[in-house]
C-alpha cells in the first residue's frame, strides 16, 4: 500500500517560535495533500487542502498566516506553525491522495508547545 | 457541505463476535465511503473502502455495505481479535481529490 511519511513524530518546542512539519508520499506521487488536527478523543478536523504548485486552500477558521503550507513537490508538503502558543499543541496528521480518491496518512506529529 | 454521522461512539465486544459500525451521510454526490482504523498516537490507516457502483465488499474478516437509497453506509468485522480494538473513522468524499468529511469516531474495545 501507499506510505506517507512525517517529520517529526514529535516536537516540543516553546511560546513564539515556528515549528515545520514535513509530509512526504513515499511510494507514490500526490497531486493533492491535506493537512488534519485531532484533539483528544476526537475526529480529524481538515485545516487545509494542499495542492502541488498552487495555494493552499484552508477551512474557515483556519488562519492561513498562522499555518503555513507548502506544496512545492508532488511528494512533499510542509505545515509551518508561526509563532507558535500553548493553544496550538495538538497531533497533526497529513494525508495523500491518489488518482483513486484514495487518502494515506502519516502517522502524524505531536506538537507540545509550552 | 457533507455531514456524516457515526454511532456508536463506543463498542464493546468480546473476542470472536462481530462487531457493527453504521454511518449516514447527507451529501448525494459523496460516491466513496473509506473506512480507517486508528491506534493510540498514530495516523488513520485505511482498512476498506467501498464506492457508489458497489453495494458490498469484503476483505477477510471486514466487510462494508453501502445503501446509496438510503444514504447510509456500515463496517462489519467478524471474529473480533483484541488487536482489532482500536477508533475506526467512516469517511465520505465525493471524489476528484476533493475533501473527505469523518465521523466521530467508534472507539471499539474486543475484550479477551
Known amino acids: 500500500g501507499a506510505v506517507v511519511s512525517q517529520h517529526p513524530s514529535w516536537v516540543i518546542c516553546k511560546s513564539g517560535t515556528s515549528v515545520k512539519i514535513e509530509c512526504r508520499s513515499l511510494?507514490?506521487?500526490?497531486?493533492?495533500m491535506f493537512w488534519y488536527r485531532q484533539f483528544p478523543k476526537q475526529s480529524l478536523m481538515l485545516m487545509a487542502t494542499?495542492?502541488?504548485?498552487?495555494?493552499?486552500?484552508?477551512e474557515q477558521g483556519v488562519e492561513k498566516d498562522k499555518f503555513l503550507i507548502n506544496h512545492a513537490s508532488l511528494t512533499l508538503s510542509t505545515l509551518t506553525v508561526t509563532s507558535a502558543h500553548p493553544e496550538d499543541s495538538s497531533f497533526y496528521i497529513c494525508?495523500?491522495?491518489?488518482?483513486?480518491?484514495?487518502?494515506?496518512f502519516g502517522p502524524g506529529t505531536r506538537l507540545t508547545v509550552l | 457541505g457533507e455531514n456524516v454521522e457515526q454511532h456508536p461512539s463506543t463498542l464493546s465486544v468480546q473476542e470472536g463476535d462481530s462487531a457493527v459500525i453504521k454511518c449516514t451521510y447527507s451529501d448525494s454526490a459523496s460516491n466513496y465511503f473509506p473506512w480507517y482504523k486508528q491506534e493510540l498516537g498514530k495516523g488513520p490507516q485505511l482498512i476498506i473502502d467501498i464506492r457508489s457502483n458497489v453495494g458490498e465488499k469484503k476483505d477477510q474478516r471486514i466487510a462494508v455495505t453501502l445503501n446509496k437509497t438510503a444514504k447510509h453506509f456500515s463496517l462489519h468485522i467478524t471474529e473480533t481479535q483484541p488487536e482489532d480494538s482500536a477508533v475506526y473513522f467512516c469517511?465520505?468524499?465525493?471524489?476528484?481529490?476533493?475533501?473527505?468529511?469523518f465521523g466521530i469516531g467508534t472507539k471499539l474495545q474486543v475484550i479477551p
Open positions: 494525508s495523500a491522495g491518489t488518482v483513486n480518491n484514495e487518502q494515506f
Open positions: 511510494d507514490f506521487q500526490a497531486t493533492t
Open positions: 494542499s495542492n502541488e504548485g498552487s495555494k493552499a486552500t484552508y
Open positions: 469517511a465520505a468524499s465525493p471524489g476528484g481529490y476533493q475533501k473527505v468529511t
